[in-house]
């Protein structure tokens, strides 16, 4: 059965940095786009950073432009979310998204996988 696994969340202070990771199993995801969306107490999901399958393009929300950094490794199965300058309103559930389309555009972008999350607390 395929899976999406994040890791790498944690508590942090404002200013510091973090790194998720997300492992895929169960099936290969070579052909399919990924990315990072995340969702904080009361609010609804939102798109954070996208890649594609052949890593040509790559899509930033403008809350993560110049501080986070989407990657992923096609033959490990996994990708990345390196988070620098982290602040208090990056707190949230950090999902893991695979998508069978070209593109994850926005939260409104059909998904076929998500993950179970991973809790990033930043304090201030």
């Known amino acids: 059965q395929a899976q999406l696994v994040e890791s790498g969340g944690g508590l942090v202070q404002a200013g510091g940095s973090l790194r998720l990771s997300c492992a895929a199993s169960?099936?290969?995801?070579?052909?399919?786009?990924m990315g990072w969306f995340r969702q904080a107490p009361g609010k609804e999901r939102e798109f954070v950073a996208s890649i594609t399958w052949d890593i040509n393009t790559i899509y930033y929300a403008d809350s993560a432009k110049d501080r986070f950094t989407i990657s992923r490794d096609r033959d490990q199965n996994r990708m990345y979310l390196q988070m620098n300058n982290l602040k208090p309103e990056d707190t949230g559930i950090y999902y893991c998204?695979?998508?069978?389309?070209?593109?994850?555009?926005?939260?409104?972008?059909?998904?076929?996988?998500w993950g179970q999350g991973t809790q990033v607390t930043v304090s201030s």
């Open positions: 169960g099936r290969t995801f070579r052909r399919y786009s």
């Open positions: 998204a695979a998508a069978q389309s070209p593109l994850i555009a926005s939260s409104r972008s059909p998904i076929d996988y």
